[in-house]
């Protein structure tokens, strides 16, 4: 049979009794002190102390209360009880199931051999007699947030990272990865992310969306002749007779060295701005003759010639649209001079409207000068004449080089 600390078991009696250390233990109290049993243990007095003996001095050692029904005598040390299988033996009494236990409602009882604790439970601290929950939140056990429970805590992390495996850190949440709600590009950044649009494309409001940039909108130069938008981008497109120089601008095609023109054998492909004409090959009519494909001949045995020009020579010319004026145009070179005689340039015919005029330069040359502003498309047929005048010989002659200048449709 074991007994608790102090007791030991007697055989004749069959139940534990007090040991007195007073005598079993050498020296128990030193010096002055003098030592007195007392039950489970002893004391060390002042030798001058009085002391009243328990009238139960060398009684049994008392029992702890049972919680039956009836009280009875119980042989065995306080916290123990009588083994109730008749085994001689005391076994430990659990207050904390039977309930007779002092621990407040907020502890928790722990049961000992032969005693009981009171104890707090995990996330409290006893003050006083009172378990108290511990605000663990002010020890900044979170990197982000913390919320206080009772008996506890959790942390929590601001939008955009998440719970490390720790429970406390928090690391960044890749949203990219996760499906963010970006509709093109997305980057992910610490705690949050940002969307990105593709070239040609605007961030809507929403900070989501991309939407196409209609870049035509935004400058009337973006090309030369029209602006085409797409989705993401733009394109520039050219008028019939034209091609895309590049991306943006516009050039002739020219037709006739292409070989897409529909001219005869009998004639000869003229290219301008924005198309072609085909002229015939043999120009002239009476009383000229060909002297060459684009030169006409009056003879001078001809009477009908004596008051013409003695010659004409077809050219042809292309301009574009709204050309900043004045404008040189076509310089005119005189072929053949006569000693001593003096020239002089005109307009003979087809300016009219005065959209031209002659600018003299030497005695064998003239410039031909847009005076304003033409639209195309149109043409004009100019004869540009040079007179040969020899006052001394009582001479004078003229010839002509009829200019066909054609105006393109648009200012390229």
């Excluded at 040390?77 to 207050?95: A, L, T």
């Excluded at 076509?330 to 002089?344: K, L, V």
């Amino acid at each position: 049979m074991e007994c608790t600390d102090g007791y030991e078991w007697d055989h004749q009696t069959q139940h534990c009794k007090d040991v007195n250390e007073c005598t079993t233990i050498p020296d128990a109290c030193k010096g002055e002190m003098k030592c007195i049993n007392h039950y489970g243990g002893y004391l060390c007095l002042p030798r001058s102390a009085s002391v009243i003996n328990d009238v139960h001095a060398e009684g049994p050692a008392p029992s702890a209360p049972h919680p039956g029904p009836e009280s009875q005598y119980n042989p065995c040390p306080p916290g123990y009880e009588p083994d109730s299988q008749g085994r001689n033996s005391c076994v430990d009494i659990d207050e904390c199931e039977y309930g007779i236990h002092d621990c407040q409602p907020s502890q928790q009882c722990m049961n000992t051999p032969g005693a009981f604790h009171c104890t707090c439970p995990d996330g409290y601290r006893k003050i006083g007699v009172e378990c108290v929950d511990i605000d663990e939140c002010r020890y900044r056990y979170c990197q982000h947030r913390c919320v206080n429970f009772p008996g506890s805590f959790n942390c929590q992390c601001e939008p955009g990272f998440k719970l490390a495996g720790n429970n406390r850190s928090c690391i960044d949440v890749d949203e990219c990865d996760m499906g963010a709600p970006c509709l093109q590009r997305c980057y992910n950044t610490y705690g949050t992310f940002i969307c990105r649009c593709n070239q040609g494309y605007e961030l809507d409001q929403d900070g989501f969306t991309c939407n196409d940039i209609d870049e035509c909108s935004y400058s009337s130069y973006l090309c030369q002749y029209q602006c085409v938008n797409e989705p993401g981008r733009f394109s520039c497109i050219c008028p019939q007779g034209y091609q895309l120089l590049g991306t943006r601008l516009c050039q002739d095609i020219n037709e006739c060295e292409m070989g897409t023109h529909q001219c005869s054998e009998s004639q000869n492909c003229i290219n301008f701005h924005g198309g072609y004409r085909c002229v015939e090959k043999n120009q002239c009519q009476e009383p000229y003759i060909q002297m060459s494909e684009n030169r006409c001949l009056c003879p001078s045995t001809n009477p009908l010639c004596r008051d013409q020009p003695s010659s004409i020579v077809h050219r042809y010319m292309s301009i574009t649209a709204d050309r900043t004026v004045p404008s040189d145009v076509f310089q005119i070179q005189a072929t053949s001079i006569y000693p001593g005689a003096y020239n002089a340039f005109q307009i003979r015919s087809g300016n009219e409207q005065g959209d031209f005029y002659i600018r003299q330069i030497n005695n064998i040359s003239a410039m031909l000068v847009l005076a304003r502003p033409v639209t195309g498309p149109q043409e004009f047929v100019l004869d540009l004449e040079m007179v040969s005048m020899n006052t001394l010989l009582s001479y004078r002659s003229s010839s002509v080089l009829r200019l066909t200048v054609f105006v393109g449709p648009y200012s390229f």
